[in-house]
């Protein structure tokens, strides 16, 4: 079955006046000309937008994680939602990042990925154990804060919950592929 774009993009002509505005605040906040991803069907909800893609600016570029860390939390969360846009988009920010591309395909294959950073093994356990098990042990805690701070631990949950609620929009509407994006991730058992 060919995917179907349930939502597609709105034209400039039929946006509300709020649609409009949101897609002017999203371009000057991004300093882009491109709308496209999970945007298209967040615009919707205009206002739903803004406070998200708010949220997504800070996680993504000025949380207290390096970036290597969070594309990695961004990848386990692509991942958990066999999300095959973010994977796309964040599977080559994470290699630019310094992600190992050992690591990367891992996490592509639902595997535990060996030879980890000691920065990544934590953060690794910490994202699966909380999307597994929606909480985290003692130890798993104890363990990310003492790498990451306070602070960092939750900029990673921040990261989980923006990009699953990414995931869950594009899933549900069913956003197609962009232009040279290919389908990277099977579908685990669960």
Not at 1 to 16: C, G, H, L, S, V
Not at 41 to 50: G, T, V
Not at 67 to 83: D, P, Y
Not at 144 to 151: G, H, K, Y
Request: net charge negative; aromatic share 6%; hydrophobic share 45%.
């Amino acid at each position: 079955m060919t995917p179907q774009d349930r939502m597609p993009p709105i034209p400039d002509a039929d946006m509300t006046k709020e649609q409009a505005a949101a897609v002017a605040d999203f371009k000057a906040t991004r300093n882009t000309t491109e709308f496209e991803g999970p945007f298209v069907p967040l615009l919707r909800s205009p206002e739903l937008l803004r406070r998200a893609q708010r949220v997504g600016e800070y996680v993504r570029y000025h949380c207290a994680l390096p970036s290597r860390l969070s594309e990695m939390a961004i990848l386990i969360a692509a991942r958990h939602w066999c999300q095959q846009y973010e994977w796309n988009v964040h599977a080559a920010t994470a290699t630019e990042a310094g992600l190992t591309a050992a690591v990367i395909d891992a996490i592509a294959e639902g595997r535990r990925p060996t030879d980890m950073a000691e920065d990544e093994t934590a953060l690794h356990d910490f994202c699966l154990e909380l999307l597994r098990n929606q909480c985290v042990s003692d130890a798993t805690y104890a363990r990310a804060v003492a790498l990451f701070d306070e602070q960092g631990v939750i900029d990673a949950i921040g990261i989980l919950g923006y990009y699953q609620l990414l995931a869950m929009v594009m899933n549900t509407a069913r956003t197609p592929l962009g232009a040279g994006m290919v389908s990277a991730l099977e579908r685990l058992p669960r």
